[in-house]
């Protein structure tokens, strides 16, 4: 039958309490019995020895002192009543008949002899008693010396079994117990302890042994499916026309798809594992790949025996919001390139196209208005009013249409050459004058003097100016007031263009110089979205910077900036 650890505790701390309390009973019955037999000695043994002292100091003064004879007799009295020994009454009896004596004469000195001898015979008696009870208590003495000692000596020893063999029943269990936690913890689910214990350990071993059976027989059933799983997901990220690579939380490599290794020309049995940033060392994609750019711009990889073009998506892996790993994928958006190339070409050729008839039209329009051809009525000059501002505004959409193909074919032609920013705000402002006379808008330029000629290419920074001045004529109430400016900024020139109208929400300004993009509730039928997005173009591509500050209900203000020839 075994012992609960509860049973063991409880009955080692009953034996030390058994044995504390045989310990001090035994320590005072010593002390106690130590106490009584020096106190009898002194009672009475002692007080005899003082009365046989007195008693002969008595005697020598019973010529000299009256008063000697009453103090030997009240001593006398005293010893008989304080008779302990053997033999010490038969003295005490002698010494009362021969003071008998002494009394019929108390000057007759003849038996003083007699007196002493029986007070000698009375102190020899009482000496020899306190020898012996000294004895006794010495002995005594002894003996609870010896049986404390024993006493000691046993308890001593069983705390020492406490101490050596309690931690061990108590830490021994825990230590495995925490092997074994650990052990799962680490997913060790084969990892079982065996404590051949009876108690609340053996039970907790058994527990723990059941726990680790459990997961052990759950992580069985899964793995299998896991398996499966993942099979299937290679499987799947293999048929994918996408290069995918698989990174973990210290940038080494997991897996690539089939795509990734034929655009990197390498083996995933080959690299699995290894450091991505010591493999990008060696190749250029990969290091392409890994570096961090603000800007998503896409990439021109040699691939299927033609130049191809992809996308990076970098993905983030997280567990409870903490990143484990990395996903790149590599998009093909070949085809949409080519659909994309295919559209711009369609668009220059067109807008091309349509560019000299719209002309021409134009050009007949205004003939008509000539009175040399004849006189027109009042709802003929509305119409060809009306054909001369759709002919404008077909020509504004064609120019901006090829201006956009420029920009999508990366073939934006540049005739940089030293220019006076005054020349570029008077152009600008020239040509808007007609535009703002009919809503009422007064243009106030303020160039400033001594300004240093810019490197630019003067007709596309006319056309950005006069972008953002119509912009601002459009949007600016009438009778109000629009102001153009060019100002010196250490090494470049600043060209800004202010206006009060309603202003430009804040969550729009990050897209307002996206293509196609139109702030809403504008209610702008008549412009592409594309002015600013081509103007931002023309400005970066001469090494500028344009920018956009608006506040909602005060007005806009857009901005540029270049280098100074």
Do not use: C
Not at 15 to 36: A, C, D, K, M, T
Not at 254 to 264: H, T
């Amino acid at each position: 039958m075994s012992i609960r650890l509860k049973t063991k505790l409880s009955l080692g701390l009953i034996f030390l309490f058994v044995v504390i309390v045989l310990f001090g009973v035994s320590g005072l019955f010593y002390i106690n019995r130590l106490s009584e037999e020096g106190r009898q000695v002194l009672k009475n043994n002692q007080e005899s020895l003082l009365y046989s002292n007195r008693m002969l100091q008595s005697l020598e003064n019973l010529r000299t002192d009256k008063n000697a004879l009453d103090v030997f007799k009240d001593n006398l009295k005293k010893q008989q009543g304080n008779i302990t020994e053997i033999g010490e009454k038969e003295a005490t009896d002698e010494l009362a008949k021969n003071f008998n004596e002494l009394l019929i004469d108390p000057k007759d000195s003849s038996n003083y002899v007699d007196i002493r001898r029986s007070i000698y015979k009375i102190q020899d008696l009482n000496e020899l008693a306190i020898l012996r009870k000294n004895a006794i208590a010495q002995h005594t003495a002894e003996n609870a010396t010896q049986a404390l000692t024993m006493v000691f000596t046993i308890l001593t020893l069983v705390s020492f079994t406490f101490i050596f063999n309690l931690p061990g029943i108590i830490s021994g269990p825990i230590s495995s117990l925490s092997e074994g936690i650990l052990a799962i913890a680490g997913k060790n689910y084969k990892k079982r302890i065996y404590l051949r214990q009876g108690d609340e350990f053996g039970d907790l071993a058994n527990a723990f042994n059941i726990m680790a059976g459990k997961l052990d027989e759950y992580e069985s059933s899964n793995l299998a499916k896991i398996k499966f799983e993942k099979s299937r997901i290679e499987t799947i990220i293999n048929q994918m026309r996408d290069g995918i690579i698989g990174l973990d939380e210290k940038r080494n490599i997991l897996f690539l798809n089939a795509v990734s290794e034929k655009l990197l020309g390498l083996k995933e049995t080959e690299i699995s594992g290894r450091y991505a940033p010591d493999i990008a060392l060696k190749n250029d994609l990969m290091r392409t790949l890994l570096r961090n750019d603000p800007e998503k711009k896409d990439l021109k990889i040699y691939a299927d025996d033609k130049e191809s073009y992809f996308s990076k998506d970098v993905l983030e892996v997280t567990n409870n919001a903490e990143i484990i790993g990395q996903v790149i994928v590599l998009r093909n958006i070949t085809p949409f390139h080519e659909l994309n190339e295919a559209k711009t070409n369609f668009i220059a050729t067109v807008s091309h196209e349509l560019k000299t008839p719209i002309s021409s039209i134009k050009m007949s329009a205004r003939l008509l208005t000539d009175l040399r051809v004849g006189q027109l009525n009042g709802e003929q000059q509305e119409l060809i009013r009306s054909i001369t501002d759709d002919a404008d505004r077909l020509l504004k959409i064609t120019g901006e249409l090829l201006n956009m193909s420029q920009v999508e074919t990366g073939n934006i032609q540049l005739k940089l050459q030293p220019a006076n920013p005054a020349t570029i705000v008077d152009q600008a402002v020239q040509a808007v004058a007609f535009q703002a006379q009919q809503k009422g808008i007064r243009i106030q330029a303020a160039v400033a003097d001594n300004l240093p000629l810019i490197q630019a290419d003067v007709e596309k920074t006319s056309w950005v100016l006069i972008n953002f001045l119509t912009n601002a004529i459009k949007y600016s109430p009438d009778q109000s007031g629009v102001e153009v400016a060019a100002y010196r900024r250490e090494d470049q020139v600043e060209f800004l263009v202010t206006d009060h109208g309603r202003g430009i929400d804040e969550k729009y300004l990050p897209r307002i110089f996206e293509r196609y993009f139109k702030v809403p509730g504008t209610h702008d039928r008549n412009g592409t979205g594309l002015g600013l997005s081509i103007s931002k173009e023309f400005i970066e591509a001469q090494g500028g910077r344009i920018w956009v500050s608006s506040q909602l209900g005060e007005g806009s203000r857009f901005g540029f900036r270049l280098t100074a020839a």
